[in-house]
Each structure stands twice: as structure tokens, then as C-alpha cells.
């Protein structure tokens, strides 16, 4: 009842807490995203309200009367802008920056080299001008906001390396003012001042960043200031989905003037992303955060929903544990009183255990108490039937006492039959499960308990004894009150026919049937079983699938007398000496048709395949070979050999088993002698190749008829003696045409050529090419390539 429980709220518990982790992680996901959303626009709200602040102020200045008087005087003197003028613009530049700090304005007057900010008025000597004022003027006036240098705003209350490199600026020409057009105010924010309020908005500004394009995919602001000023491609973001560049992305139609949430990938970091594109200014605001916030997100709430889940865990098995301790008692008491007064005594002992299931036990006292009688009985019907398969084992071999055998039969039940029947034969039958598809020999076991059954059901009860199964077979004994012999044979004959029949419909399985004479005795049962497992041993020359009758053979004549067939058998003996396998299958298969067509006994027959067996052994240890190289050691070969039923089971097994195993071994004792042999012809002719080698002088040095290695060379190597010798002679010579400068007629005369055209023939005929032709295309490879 605990391991119930214990399951009952696991489960439920275990689900909840999946489903809850799911939903909450799917919810701070949506949640995020929606955040990551609204912090984008909020942040591109502020930073378009800071540049329109500039822009206003700049076209306030550009109206000023201040900044036009003042570039009046300084045209209309030769000495430049005055004092006056110049702090009268001065204090209107730091009321502009009273709306926005950051803000800075400047008024550039290129043509007398000055410019005035907040801070004060600056001289060419005092403050270089490099700054392209036509350039800049045109770049407003066609796309707007520009990246500019911020060493155009330094002055003396922002140091040169402030860290902020580039301003956002925009530049105004001063309308009705007849002097040169070099004259013009500008106004700039710091490119990185714009991150600032991603810091303010934005509690994890430290895992967080804005990136803001223009046009043209420039980037205006960037964490890293390092970026700003270059292509969005060298920020090196990837799309996780396409493996895209993210430029790509924002390059196709469609995509850039939307706004939406991708996953990317940053310098092997996975990053979520969020943009938008602004219709005012045609940028793009990209806010990047890394995934490991939402990560971080994720345990937490994985964590939160474990100990909630744990929690209810441990709860749940307290209530579990006391529940089942309260309803345990009463079922305890239950069982205990069953078990001492009405259980018998092994039954306490044996099936009551405090680990398994208790309503189990009540069920089963309460079972056996009320089938106790019918098992009393099942178990000595049992015991009955195994004393009467013992008795009838024991009838079958003789071992029942004479004296006693007619009581023993009243005893087991078989009376009636011992008085009615006058003729008695012991029918034997066995599964032939050679070259069988459906059946092995692991299933005969199986299949001879299924043919008992069959033989038990198909034969009256007051035809035959019990059929019992023993040693491979299914033997029963089969009784008639008939006195006349031929009608008893008759009928054992279609008995054994219509059960041979049965079987092979029920089991597709093929069964061969011996059976016995009639005999007039049950004292004759012995001899009958023996009669009945002889009449089996035909099918070594029947084959499988037999019916037959055992017969007797006093008066009969012998054809044995006719000669064994010892020319087949010496063949075999060659073809095994020989290793030749096919041969000697085929001789063997001969041997065995010519010895099983004789007409002899099954005795008969296994003192011949003895014999054979005798001689291929004799053989094999002549030869060196011993019996534990092809024997595996589990019994004498020669029970294996009696052992067998078929004709095509004994050549199969001579085949496998005797045969192959030494035709192996001495292929491998043929391989180890020609490999040896191949081997120092070969080494001869590497040494001596420049001398008269023949076959014959190898023979006469290896002690070895010259045909005899001219069979074996050719076996190892696949090509003659005298071919092999050509082709490395062709080959070293080769060899000297590439590395040495030796003609012809010297290569031919030390490779034994007494007639150099004769080297050049046979050259020509092996490689394709002349000895001169070989030499010039190894020189002159480029020549002969494009010849």
C-alpha cells in the first residue's frame, strides 16, 4: 500500500511539475521577448528624441541674430570676429546645452580659419581645421545625420581621448549671409552617449547592447566602440536559422523595413536579437542580449518547481505511510488468524511473507482451503501416471518380474486388456528432423511429448497401453483380442499409416514408424520393442518417412558375399591425399550409393561404413595427422557414426566432420611447402637474373622435379617460370634506362641478350615502346605530352 501510494502521487506530482516547468519556461520566454520588444522601442524613442533636440536647437541657432551678426562683422573686418559677438554665441551655445548636455554646437568659419563653441572662440592656431564643410553639408542635406570625427568637438573641457571617438552630427549652411560658403554651424551627440540609456532603462544593461544603423548599413552605435563606423558585416553577427550573415538578412526586401526577433550567434555566443526600422531617419535599432540570462531564468524556475514538487512529494508519502499503517492493521489481524487456524502448516511457513501483498495471501489461503482436496488428488493422479510410465519403461526393457507382471498390470489399470487381448506388437515411431525448414533438433523433446498426445488420442484406450516416449522415440503397445496373424498385420499397417498421416497434418512434421511381429505373449513385449526399433534402422537405406515391419531373417540368404568397394574406396583415400574436396565428395558419394544398394542388414551396413571409417583414419595418421585435430573431444567418432539414421546423414557427416577438416589440413601443409618454394625461386632470380637462369638449374638446386616446379611457381605467382624471369629483367632494365647512362647494347648483353635487336623486340613486345623510345619520354616528359 506505501509502494501504491508512493506511485499514486508521483506520478501526478512528477507531471505537474513537468507541465508547470514547461508553461513557466514558454511563459519568461514570451515574457523576455516582449521586454527585449518594448526596451527597443522605448530605447529608440529616447535616442530619436535626443537627436530631434539637437536638430531644433540647431535650426534655433541657425536662425539666431547672434549668428548672423556675428558673421556679418567678422566678414565686413579685417581682423576677424570680436569679443562681443563671440561671447554673446558663446552664452547662446551653453543655453543650448542647458536641453541637452551632451549636445554639442559649433559655428565654423572656414575662410578666416575660426569657430566658436560653448566653450570659447578658437583660432586656426589654436584649434586645425580639417574638416570637409562642403562634404559635410552635402551628406546632410541628402541622408541626414552623419558619423563624424569627435576631434571636430574637442575644446578644453573634453579631452582629446574622452573614449568616445565619433559623434553623431548634422550641419546647417546660414542662409542670407553674402559670404562664402564655408560658413556653417554643426551640431553632434556623442555616438556612445546613446548606449546611456540602455543602462537607465534596462536592469541587466551589463549583459545587454544597441546597435544603430543608417542607410547604408553603417554602424552609427555599437558596445564596442571599436565597430562604429564599419559595415554591420564586421560585427560578425550570424543567423542561427539561415547560417547567414545578418547583413544578408537586412539586405532582402521585406526584411529590413520590419521589426521582429532572431536567434544569432556572436564569436561562438548564442545571443537573442531584436530590431525594428525607423521610417524617420531609414535606421535600423538591433538590441542584442545573450541567452544565458533565459538560461539562468530557466534553473530558476526549474529549481522553484522542484522544491515545490519535492515538498508535496514528501507530504504525499507521509500521508501515504500513515494511511496504509491505519488499514494494515485490521487486514494483519485478518491474515494472522487465517493463518493460524485455518491454513495448514506449510502454508504459514512456505507462503505467508510480510513482503508480499496481503489481500494476495487471503485470496490464496481461502483457495487452498477450498481446493485443497482437488490438488490431493491432481498430485496423485500424477504420481500414478509417473509409476505407470515407469512401469511400461520397465515391461518394454524386461525388467518387471515375470511372477509378478500380470498383478502389476491389474494394478495400473490394465485388466480388461490382460484378459481380452490374444495377440500383442509394439509400435515405435521417431521424428525424421534432418534438412528440416520448420523444426530443429533442440525441438524434438517438444515434438515427441506432442506426438504422444497424438498417438494417446487417435488409438482406443482398450487398444494400447499408455505411450511413453524413451530414448528418441514414442513407443506404444498395441493389443487385439484377434488370434488370426495377417488380419493383425493388416491392421497395424493402416494404423500406423492413418497415424503417420495425423501427424504430418498437425505438426507438418514427417515421422518414420517401425513396428513389430505379432506376438501371441505380453511376456514377448521385450522383444518386440527391440523388433520395432531394428525395423527403424532401414530408413539408413529407406530414407526418412518409412513404414516398416520388422522381419525375420533365420532362413534368409545373405547377399553380403558380394565384394566391397575398395576401388571406390582407394579413389576417395587419393582425392583426400590429393586435397582435392570436390573429388572426394564425389567419390564418396558414389562409395555410399554402390554400398547402400546391397541388400543387407542395417548391421550389415554399419560394419561397412566402420570399415571405411577405419581406413580414412589410418590414412589421416599416416599422414601425420591426429585424431584431436579434426575431433572436438565430445565421444568416440565411431558412436557418432552408429548414431546416424540416413543415408544422406552418413555422407553429410563423413563430409563435414572427417573429410573437410583433413583436406584443410593438408591444403594448409600444400600452402606452407609452394609458398616456401615460390619464395626461393624468387629470391634466385633477383640475385642471378643477369646470368643463363633456366628452370631445370633451379630444379637441380632445389632438389625438385623441374615440372613439378614449374606446377608449383605457376600456382603462387600466376604466371610461368620464364615469364616472371622477363618481367624483372624488363624491369631493371627500366631501372638503368631512367637512372644510369648505359646503352642499350650494354643493358641487353648484361640481362643475357646476345643480339641487342633481339632485347629491342622483346622490349617493344612487353613495354609497348622501344629501349630509346622508354629513355626519351622519361627525359622529355613535356615533349612526349605533346606529341
Same mark, same amino acid.
Given at each position: 500500500?506505501?509502494v501504491f501510494?508512493?506511485?499514486l502521487?508521483t506520478? @501526478?506530482?512528477?507531471?505537474?511539475?513537468?507541465?508547470a516547468?514547461?508553461y513557466?519556461s514558454k511563459q519568461?520566454?514570451?515574457?523576455?521577448?516582449?521586454?527585449n520588444k518594448q526596451?527597443?522601442?522605448?530605447?529608440q524613442?529616447?535616442?530619436?528624441?535626443k537627436?530631434a533636440t539637437?536638430?531644433?536647437?540647431?535650426?534655433?541657432?541657425?536662425r539666431?541674430?547672434?549668428t548672423?551678426l556675428?558673421?556679418?562683422?567678422s566678414?565686413?573686418?579685417v581682423?576677424g570676429?570680436?569679443p562681443l559677438?563671440a561671447?554673446?554665441l558663446q552664452?547662446e551655445f551653453?543655453?543650448?546645452?542647458s536641453?541637452e @548636455?551632451?549636445?554639442?554646437?559649433?559655428?565654423v568659419?572656414?575662410?578666416?580659419?575660426?569657430l566658436?563653441?560653448?566653450a570659447g572662440?578658437?583660432?586656426n592656431t589654436d584649434f586645425?581645421?580639417?574638416?570637409?564643410?562642403?562634404d559635410l553639408l552635402?551628406?546632410t542635406?541628402?541622408?541626414?545625420w552623419?558619423?563624424t570625427?569627435?576631434?571636430?568637438?574637442?575644446?578644453?573641457e573634453r579631452p582629446?581621448?574622452?573614449?568616445?571617438?565619433?559623434?553623431?552630427?548634422l550641419?546647417r549652411?546660414i542662409?542670407d549671409?553674402?559670404?562664402s560658403?564655408?560658413?556653417?554651424l554643426i551640431?553632434?551627440?556623442?555616438?556612445c552617449?546613446?548606449?546611456?540609456?540602455?543602462?537607465e532603462?534596462? @536592469?541587466d544593461?551589463?549583459?545587454a547592447?544597441?546597435?544603430?544603423?543608417?542607410?547604408?548599413?553603417?554602424i552609427?552605435v555599437h558596445p564596442?566602440l571599436?565597430?562604429?563606423?564599419q559595415?554591420l558585416?564586421a560585427?560578425?553577427?550570424?543567423d542561427?536559422?539561415s547560417?547567414?550573415?545578418?547583413s544578408?538578412?537586412?539586405s532582402?526586401?521585406?526584411?529590413a523595413?520590419?521589426?521582429?526577433?532572431?536567434e544569432?550567434?556572436i564569436?561562438?555566443?548564442r545571443y537573442s536579437?531584436?530590431y525594428?526600422h525607423?521610417s524617420?531617419?531609414g535606421?535600423?535599432?538591433i538590441l542584442i542580449s545573450?541567452?544565458n540570462?533565459?538560461?539562468?531564468?530557466?534553473?530558476?524556475?526549474?529549481?522553484?518547481?522542484?522544491y515545490?514538487?519535492v515538498?508535496?512529494l514528501?507530504?504525499?508519502?507521509? *500521508?501515504?505511510?500513515?494511511?496504509?499503517r491505519?488499514?494494515h492493521?485490521p487486514?494483519?489481524?485478518?491474515?494472522?488468524?487465517l493463518s493460524?487456524k485455518?491454513?495448514?502448516k506449510d502454508?504459514?511457513e512456505?507462503k505467508y511473507?510480510?513482503?508480499?501483498?496481503?489481500f494476495?495471501?487471503?485470496r490464496?489461503?481461502?483457495?487452498?482451503?477450498?481446493?485443497?482436496q482437488s490438488?490431493l488428488?491432481?498430485?496423485?493422479n500424477q504420481?500414478?501416471?509417473q509409476?505407470?510410465t *515407469?512401469?511400461?519403461?520397465?515391461?518394454?526393457?524386461?525388467?518387471?518380474?515375470?511372477?509378478?507382471l500380470?498383478?502389476?498390470?491389474?494394478?495400473n489399470g490394465y485388466?480388461s486388456?490382460?484378459?481380452?487381448w490374444?495377440q500383442i506388437?509394439?509400435?515405435?515411431v521417431?521424428a525424421?528432423?534432418?534438412?528440416?525448414t520448420?523444426?530443429?533438433?533442440?525441438?524434438?523433446?517438444?515434438l515427441?511429448?506432442a506426438?504422444?498426445?497424438?498417438l494417446?488420442?487417435?488409438v482406443?484406450?482398450?487398444q494400447?497401453l499408455?505411450p511413453v516416449?524413451?530414448e528418441?522415440?514414442?513407443?506404444?503397445?498395441i493389443?487385439? @483380442?484377434?488370434?488370426?496373424l495377417?488380419?493383425?498385420?493388416q491392421?497395424?499397417y493402416?494404423?500406423?499409416e492413418?497415424l503417420?498421416h495425423q501427424i504430418?497434418?498437425?505438426?507438418?512434421l514427417?515421422?518414420s514408424?517401425?513396428?513389430?511381429?505379432?506376438h501371441?505373449?505380453?511376456?514377448?513385449?521385450?522383444?518386440?520393442?527391440?523388433?520395432?526399433?531394428e525395423a527403424?534402422k532401414h530408413?539408413m537405406?529407406l530414407?526418412?518417412?518409412i513404414i516398416?515391419?520388422?522381419e525375420?531373417i533365420?532362413?534368409r540368404t545373405?547377399?553380403w558375399?558380394?565384394p566391397y568397394p575398395?576401388?571406390l574406396?582407394?579413389t576417395?583415400?587419393?582425392a583426400?591425399?590429393?586435397?582435392?574436396e570436390?573429388?572426394?565428395?564425389s567419390?564418396?558419394h558414389?562409395?555410399?550409393e554402390?554400398l547402400?544398394g546391397?541388400e543387407?542388414?542395417p548391421?550389415e551396413?554399419?560394419?561397412?561404413?566402420?570399415?571405411?571409417?577405419?581406413?580414412?583414419l589410418?590414412?589421416?595418421?599416416?599422414?601425420g595427422?591426429r585424431?584431436?585435430?579434426?575431433?572436438k573431444g565430445?565421444g568416440?567418432?565411431?558412436?557418432?557414426l552408429h548414431?546416424l539414421q540416413?543415408?544422406a546423414e552418413i555422407e553429410?557427416?563423413f563430409n563435414?566432420?572427417?573429410?573437410?577438416?583433413?583436406?584443410l589440413?593438408?591444403?594448409?601443409r600444400q600452402?606452407a611447402?609452394y609458398?616456401?618454394i615460390s619464395?626461393?625461386m624468387i629470391?634466385?632470380?633477383q640475385q642471378?637474373?643477369?646470368?643463363?637462369l633456366?628452370l631445370?638449374?633451379?630444379a637441380?638446386r632445389?632438389?625438385?622435379?623441374a615440372?613439378y616446379?614449374?606446377s608449383?611457381?605457376?600456382?603462387?605467382t600466376?604466371?610461368a617460370?620464364?615469364?616472371?624471369?622477363?618481367k624483372?629483367r624488363?624491369s631493371?632494365?627500366?631501372?638503368?634506362l631512367?637512372?644510369?647512362e648505359?646503352t642499350?647494347?650494354?643493358i641487353a648483353?648484361r640481362?643475357r641478350?646476345?643480339n641487342?635487336q633481339n632485347?629491342?623486340r622483346?622490349?617493344?613486345?612487353?613495354?609497348?615502346?622501344?629501349p630509346g623510345q622508354?629513355?626519351?619520354?622519361?627525359?622529355?616528359?613535356?615533349?612526349?605530352?605533346?606529341q
Amino acid at each position: 500500500m506505501i509502494v501504491f501510494g508512493i506511485l499514486l502521487s508521483t506520478l @501526478p506530482i512528477l507531471l505537474t511539475g513537468i507541465a508547470a516547468f514547461i508553461y513557466s519556461s514558454k511563459q519568461s520566454e514570451l515574457h523576455r521577448a516582449q521586454a527585449n520588444k518594448q526596451l527597443l522601442i522605448q530605447m529608440q524613442t529616447n535616442v530619436e528624441h535626443k537627436l530631434a533636440t539637437v536638430s531644433y536647437m540647431l535650426d534655433q541657432a541657425v536662425r539666431s541674430p547672434d549668428t548672423l551678426l556675428s558673421l556679418t562683422a567678422s566678414s565686413s573686418s579685417v581682423q576677424g570676429i570680436g569679443p562681443l559677438f563671440a561671447e554673446k554665441l558663446q552664452t547662446e551655445f551653453k543655453n543650448m546645452r542647458s536641453w541637452e @548636455p551632451l549636445m554639442d554646437i559649433t559655428l565654423v568659419n572656414q575662410t578666416q580659419d575660426w569657430l566658436i563653441d560653448h566653450a570659447g572662440l578658437y583660432l586656426n592656431t589654436d584649434f586645425p581645421m580639417a574638416l570637409p564643410m562642403k562634404d559635410l553639408l552635402s551628406n546632410t542635406l541628402t541622408s541626414g545625420w552623419q558619423l563624424t570625427p569627435s576631434s571636430v568637438f574637442n575644446n578644453n573641457e573634453r579631452p582629446v581621448n574622452s573614449g568616445c571617438i565619433y559623434h553623431i552630427a548634422l550641419a546647417r549652411s546660414i542662409p542670407d549671409v553674402h559670404v562664402s560658403s564655408d560658413a556653417a554651424l554643426i551640431a553632434g551627440i556623442p555616438a556612445c552617449s546613446l548606449q546611456k540609456p540602455l543602462e537607465e532603462d534596462s @536592469p541587466d544593461s551589463s549583459t545587454a547592447g544597441l546597435i544603430i544603423l543608417n542607410r547604408e548599413q553603417r554602424i552609427m552605435v555599437h558596445p564596442n566602440l571599436e565597430y562604429i563606423g564599419q559595415p554591420l558585416t564586421a560585427a560578425g553577427i550570424w543567423d542561427r536559422d539561415s547560417k547567414a550573415n545578418f547583413s544578408e538578412l537586412l539586405s532582402k526586401r521585406g526584411f529590413a523595413a520590419s521589426s521582429g526577433q532572431r536567434e544569432v550567434r556572436i564569436a561562438d555566443t548564442r545571443y537573442s536579437l531584436s530590431y525594428t526600422h525607423s521610417s524617420l531617419k531609414g535606421w535600423t535599432y538591433i538590441l542584442i542580449s545573450p541567452t544565458n540570462i533565459l538560461t539562468h531564468e530557466y534553473v530558476q524556475i526549474g529549481l522553484h518547481t522542484m522544491y515545490i514538487s519535492v515538498a508535496m512529494l514528501l507530504l504525499s508519502l507521509l *500521508l501515504s505511510w500513515v494511511g496504509s499503517r491505519r488499514m494494515h492493521i485490521p487486514i494483519r489481524k485478518l491474515l494472522t488468524q487465517l493463518s493460524d487456524k485455518r491454513l495448514p502448516k506449510d502454508f504459514h511457513e512456505t507462503k505467508y511473507t510480510p513482503h508480499k501483498d496481503e489481500f494476495e495471501q487471503i485470496r490464496a489461503g481461502v483457495s487452498q482451503l477450498s481446493a485443497s482436496q482437488s490438488q490431493l488428488e491432481s498430485k496423485l493422479n500424477q504420481h500414478k501416471l509417473q509409476i505407470r510410465t *515407469l512401469f511400461l519403461i520397465n515391461l518394454l526393457l524386461g525388467k518387471n518380474a515375470t511372477s509378478t507382471l500380470h498383478d502389476t498390470l491389474r494394478e495400473n489399470g490394465y485388466g480388461s486388456q490382460l484378459q481380452e487381448w490374444q495377440q500383442i506388437a509394439v509400435i515405435a515411431v521417431q521424428a525424421d528432423l534432418m534438412n528440416h525448414t520448420k523444426y530443429h533438433a533442440k525441438d524434438r523433446d517438444l515434438l515427441l511429448f506432442a506426438v504422444q498426445n497424438i498417438l494417446e488420442e487417435s488409438v482406443y484406450a482398450e487398444q494400447q497401453l499408455l505411450p511413453v516416449v524413451y530414448e528418441q522415440a514414442v513407443v506404444t503397445i498395441i493389443g487385439t @483380442p484377434e488370434q488370426d496373424l495377417v488380419r493383425f498385420s493388416q491392421h497395424l499397417y493402416t494404423l500406423t499409416e492413418q497415424l503417420q498421416h495425423q501427424i504430418s497434418e498437425i505438426l507438418s512434421l514427417q515421422v518414420s514408424i517401425g513396428f513389430s511381429q505379432p506376438h501371441a505373449s505380453l511376456f514377448q513385449i521385450p522383444q518386440a520393442y527391440t523388433e520395432a526399433l531394428e525395423a527403424l534402422k532401414h530408413r539408413m537405406k529407406l530414407g526418412a518417412g518409412i513404414i516398416f515391419q520388422f522381419e525375420a531373417i533365420d532362413n534368409r540368404t545373405s547377399h553380403w558375399a558380394l565384394p566391397y568397394p575398395e576401388s571406390l574406396e582407394y579413389t576417395l583415400i587419393q582425392a583426400i591425399q590429393n586435397a582435392d574436396e570436390a573429388l572426394a565428395s564425389s567419390h564418396l558419394h558414389q562409395l555410399l550409393e554402390v554400398l547402400f544398394g546391397m541388400e543387407c542388414t542395417p548391421e550389415e551396413y554399419q560394419v561397412a561404413l566402420t570399415r571405411l571409417l577405419t581406413h580414412i583414419l589410418q590414412m589421416m595418421q599416416e599422414s601425420g595427422i591426429r585424431l584431436g585435430q579434426i575431433s572436438k573431444g565430445h565421444g568416440s567418432i565411431f558412436n557418432e557414426l552408429h548414431a546416424l539414421q540416413y543415408a544422406a546423414e552418413i555422407e553429410q557427416w563423413f563430409n563435414k566432420h572427417i573429410i573437410i577438416p583433413i583436406i584443410l589440413i593438408l591444403k594448409e601443409r600444400q600452402y606452407a611447402q609452394y609458398q616456401h618454394i615460390s619464395e626461393k625461386m624468387i629470391a634466385i632470380i633477383q640475385q642471378e637474373y643477369d646470368n643463363d637462369l633456366t628452370l631445370e638449374e633451379c630444379a637441380s638446386r632445389l632438389h625438385y622435379n623441374a615440372n613439378y616446379l614449374s606446377s608449383v611457381f605457376r600456382k603462387e605467382t600466376g604466371c610461368a617460370f620464364s615469364e616472371y624471369l622477363t618481367k624483372y629483367r624488363f624491369s631493371i632494365a627500366k631501372k638503368w634506362l631512367d637512372e644510369s647512362e648505359l646503352t642499350v647494347k650494354d643493358i641487353a648483353a648484361r640481362l643475357r641478350y646476345n643480339n641487342p635487336q633481339n632485347f629491342i623486340r622483346s622490349f617493344r613486345k612487353w613495354e609497348g615502346i622501344t629501349p630509346g623510345q622508354y629513355r626519351e619520354r622519361k627525359h622529355k616528359p613535356d615533349l612526349s605530352l605533346k606529341q
